[in-house]
T-cell receptor
Framework: GNSVTQMEGPVTLSEEAFLTINCTYTATGYPSLFWYVQYPGEGLQLLLK?????DKGSNKGFEATYRKETTSFHLEKGSVQVSDSAVYFC????????????FGTGTLLAVQP | NAGVMQNPRHLVRRRGQEARLRCSPM?????VYWYRQLPEEGLKFMVY????????ESGMPKERFSAEFPKEGPSILRIQQVVRGDSAAYFC??????????????FGPGTRLLVL
């Protein structure tokens, strides 16, 4: 079946460090891929997305490239800030009759000043 | 443009009571999705509705759970005879259409249900 696997957290970094959160997926066909961010006590916000192979999604300094050959969609940021502390979810959607999102378990990022 | 609204934000129920969760989609959106987030877990899809129709309920428990999205008014997720295992955050999302690959789901702030 379709699934998403994320690296386990928590990930603890110092401010201005480089961030990578790994995400791999298993899916039939060609899913769309997403990163969502959840700040404490809030709902999910779309961070970035990519809808086909080799697409790069980017937003607020975060980037992720849809790699079909490695079935990956790793999230990266060159210099994290304390305000980036949150839980990050990788997700896929493969359309068809339903547009349900399939989420990874989430990765907690804690950035220390 | 107001985002997805959910209420209540927090709901406490005793075992055996009913819980009713409401979701108002973004203006102009006619597709609603419900997800459940159990403690320390990711979100799991429950049900996908359009106005007056259930499109996919493959993630809904077979008993005690029901959902509707009437022609007028918010979408309702109803849990009858709640048990402690129903304690979770329930998120609603909406989208403009259900078809295009590029369509984005926008999430509400969630309802955190605690069953005592």
């Amino acid at each position: 079946g379709n699934s998403v696997t994320q690296m386990e957290g928590p990930v603890t970094l110092s401010e201005e460090a480089f961030l990578t959160i790994n995400c791999t997926y298993t899916a039939t066909g060609y899913p769309s891929l997403f990163w969502y961010v959840q700040y404490p006590g809030e709902g999910l916000q779309l961070l970035l997305k990519a809808t086909k192979a080799d697409d790069k999604g980017s937003n607020k300094g975060f980037e992720a490239t849809y790699r079909k050959e490695t079935t990956s969609f790793h999230l990266e940021k060159g210099s994290v800030q304390v305000s980036d502390s949150a839980v990050y979810f990788c997700a896929l959607r493969y359309g068809g009759a339903t547009n349900k999102l399939i989420f990874g378990t989430g990765t907690l990022l804690a950035v220390q000043p | 443009n107001a985002g997805v609204m959910q209420n209540p934000r927090h709901l406490v129920r005793r075992r055996g009571q009913e819980a009713r969760l409401r979701c108002s989609p973004m203006k102009g959106h006619s597709h609603v999705y419900w997800y459940r987030q159990l403690p320390e877990e990711g979100l799991k899809f429950m049900v996908y509705l359009q106005k007056e129709n259930i499109i996919d309920e493959s993630g809904m428990p077979k008993e005690r759970f029901s959902a509707e999205f009437p022609k007028e008014g918010p979408s309702i997720l109803r849990i009858q005879q709640v048990v402690r295992g129903d304690s979770a955050a329930y998120f609603c999302a909406s989208s403009d259409t259900g078809g295009p690959r590029e369509e984005t789901q926008y999430f509400g702030p969630g309802t955190r249900l605690l069953v005592l």
